[in-house]
């Protein structure tokens, strides 16, 4: 029998764990805490010499089942599960750099993972921001003590697609720690394995979920980094196989330590809303395909952001790497319009904050998501002043062509 497609997997991945009773979905556990009736079971899963559950800060039997599944989807060896996308990242520079490390980070990158690089500085972290669009800049920026290089898949707004690959390849022949922000094309539409990365960020609310009702994040080991060579691992988890020291430091620390624990009940939610992962995305990508063309041509637009135009300056890069786009594009209108009365006037989009929603979002950038970092960071991070942001959703193309077209239409 041929492999399974990626959502006949996801559909029958918890059936085909044997459940009790026929179940075709993990029940949720809500126990915060397990007992045992011999104590040296618990003893033995407290110094890891056996498998199994103690306390909900660190997992629960529900979140095990989707980080079982994020990992099968990622290709990966392990994956952990977290309160946040934003606690995944969290958890992954404070887990694993200490200070007097240097970090190499994309510039294109979204805000609050920006915002984090102030914290990591004042504990005594060096981050040197590049343009990773190419990947001279990145290896230009590498020094003694750098350990880790941090990147997004498409960046969050204004679309930029770093030169994946390359880094992979640099990151490979120095030793250096690969994160990739893959929320942004996610599983479905990216492998970030495929280009050597080593740890997968994902936000679980976006293209998971996809319903705009729950909150979480992810960090998957790929299992192609070396952590028998990475200097941080504290000793207290040097031991057994090495390609579990960094999952095992990051479960500790980042969740045991700083509590960014997920909850079952979100847990239950995101495994649910991943089924339809990819209908949902194929649908949404391909009407922000169909909107960044339209809008490319329009007489009221400047320019349009998005990797799935062939005026884009990654566009060749984007298509060999992802299997579609993504569904959030961004836009600047002509000088002199209104973006806060163009997105008053769409009927259809909804003016909120958030991305991978059935529901198309938009929003003005500079005022909202991007006020705090100033003028001048905005212009290093490709932003205009009167940028818009979308997150095309689900609604049928042609009626959100049209709102687009009328909303435009009264400017």
């Given amino acids: 029998m041929k492999e399974q497609g990626f959502t006949t997997h996801l559909v029958h991945h918890d059936h085909n764990q044997n459940l009790e009773f026929g179940a075709i979905h993990a029940p949720i556990y809500n126990s915060a805490t397990y007992g045992y009736d011999d104590i040296h079971d618990l003893i033995d899963i407290f110094q890891g010499r056996q498998i199994g559950q103690a306390y909900a800060r660190q997992a629960t039997p529900t979140i095990d089942m989707l980080q079982n599944m994020i990992c099968e989807m990622e290709q990966g060896k392990a994956s952990l599960c977290f309160s946040s996308g934003m606690a995944a990242i969290v958890a992954v520079f404070l887990t694993l750099l200490k200070g007097g490390d240097h970090i190499v980070a994309s510039r294109f990158l979204f805000g609050n993972t920006s915002s984090v690089f102030g914290t990591l500085k004042s504990f005594g972290i060096e981050v040197t921001l590049v343009d990773a669009t190419n990947v001279a800049n990145v290896a230009a920026a590498c020094q003694a003590n750098t350990k880790m290089v941090f990147v997004e898949t498409i960046a969050n707004p204004a679309t930029q697609v770093c030169d994946l690959a390359e880094i992979g390849e640099l990151c490979d022949a120095k030793g250096l720690l690969y994160v990739v922000d893959n929320t942004l094309t996610s599983a479905y539409l990216f492998q970030p394995k495929a280009v050597k990365c080593h740890l997968i960020v994902t936000s679980l609310s976006k293209y998971f979920g996809g319903h705009g009702n729950v909150i979480g994040g992810s960090v998957t080991d790929t299992g192609l980094f070396d952590w028998s060579q990475y200097p941080n691992i504290f000793e207290a988890y040097r031991k057994g ?51 960044a063309l339209m809008l490319e041509n329009h007489p009221k637009v400047e320019r349009v952001y998005y990797p799935g135009l062939e005026s884009h ?37 909804i003016s909120a904050t958030h991305l991978g929603d059935n529901r198309s979002l938009a929003l003005p950038v500079a005022p909202t998501i991007f006020h705090e970092i100033g003028l001048a960071a905005r212009q290093e991070s490709g932003i205009s002043e009167n940028m818009i942001r979308c997150s095309i959703g689900i609604e049928d193309t042609d009626d959100l062509l049209a709102d687009f077209t009328q909303a435009l239409a009264n400017l």
């Fill in 313 to 349: 300056p990654e566009y060749a890069r984007a298509k060999s790497l992802f299997s579609a786009s993504g569904s959030m594009l961004s836009l600047d209108l002509k000088e002199g319009l209104d973006c806060c009365q163009f997105l008053n006037a769409l009927k259809l989009v």
């Fill in 241 to 291: 196989d090495p390609a579990m020291w960094g999952y095992a430091q990051m479960k500790k620390k980042g969740l045991r330590d700083m509590g960014a624990c997920l909850s079952s009940e979100a847990a239950g939610q995101l495994a649910l809303g991943s089924e339809t992962m990819a209908l949902r995305v194929k649908q949404s990508s391909s009407s922000a395909l169909a909107l």
